[in-house]
């Protein structure tokens, strides 16, 4: 094991027709801890049909295998989407998670995930997507019927063959998607990967009601606000200029639009645990 892959997904036989899925996926962002480099670990995302492309951002799938080894802590700052998951038979949905996620890895284990776009869950669920914030439910009790075939799915075969059946169950009943999921997805997509967008009135262009209607809309389609979503991918590059080194604290602070860096540092402890300088210490060590 010890790989990381993300792979274009071929539908089973019946399904439609694969066509290009324009690119590769996005890098993975958000990770905390550095991942075990003893014994076994399998990483894979493989991308959706193209016509889901509008709902799902990818499969996400692990694997390890680390027998007599210690304990090891897994810790993430989730994307603000949703992510069905898929564990030991069982299967939940959760939305978007304020804090960050850690759950301690047993000797052996697997998860295979569906990962959402941002505002691609709206049209499955049919709801304000903020009644998920935070939460984690069975998916029979969101999505009824669905959730009992797609736990059938994944009951056997390779990653590949479960991930395929999952994605042609999805597209037999794919829903209709709204002009504003697109939009939103858009906007979210332009906060992941321009670190110029710091405040969310620049991205209403500083009209007040243009804001007003942005916080309605990701509020409903994401289940969090366009400040949010910001300070959640400021929190990214944040981890990702830390782990390449980040020898000065203090510009790294005015980049991401702080005073200074205690007050970054006093907003990075709150979500991730440490502050800035002790994290760093903990990444190089690793």
Same mark, same amino acid.
């Given at each position: ?134 939460? /984690? ?38 829903? /209709? ?84 860096? /205690? ?24």
């Amino acid at each position: 094991m010890g790989r990381r892959r993300s792979t274009a997904l071929t539908p089973p036989a019946g399904a439609p027709a694969p066509i290009d899925i324009g690119g590769p996926l996005r890098p993975v962002r958000g990770v905390i801890s550095a991942r075990p480099d003893d014994g076994r670990f399998e990483h894979r995302r493989i991308a959706p049909h193209p016509l889901l492309a509008d709902t799902i951002e990818h499969y996400w799938f692990v694997r390890w295998e680390r027998d007599g080894l210690p304990a090891h802590v897994a810790r993430t700052l989730p994307h603000p989407c949703v992510h069905w998951t898929f564990k030991n038979g069982r299967d939940e949905i959760g939305g978007v998670r304020e804090r960050m996620w850690q759950r301690d890895l047993g000797p052996r284990g697997e998860v295979l995930r569906i990962k959402f776009r941002p505002a691609g869950f709206r049209p499955w669920f049919g709801q304000p997507l903020h009644r998920l914030r935070d939460r /984690a439910l069975p998916a029979v009790e969101v999505l009824g019927d669905l959730a009992v075939q797609m736990v059938d799915a994944v009951r056997e075969g390779d990653v590949l063959a479960r991930a395929a059946r999952l994605d042609a169950r999805l597209h037999a009943h794919r829903p /209709a998607v709204p002009q504003s999921v697109r939009e939103v997805n858009a906007l979210v997509a332009r906060l992941a990967d321009d670190r110029a967008w710091l405040r969310a009135g620049d991205l209403a262009g500083g009209d007040p009601a243009a804001l007003r209607r942005l916080q309605r809309l990701f509020r409903d389609h994401v289940g969090v606000g366009p400040k949010w979503v910001i300070a959640r991918y400021r929190l990214h590059e944040v981890l990702e200029r830390l782990r390449a080194g980040a020898p000065d604290l203090s510009a790294l602070a005015a980049d991401m639009g702080f005073a200074d860096a /205690a007050h970054l540092s006093r907003d990075f402890r709150r979500i991730v645990g440490v502050g800035l300088a002790a994290y760093r210490r903990e990444w190089q060590a690793a």
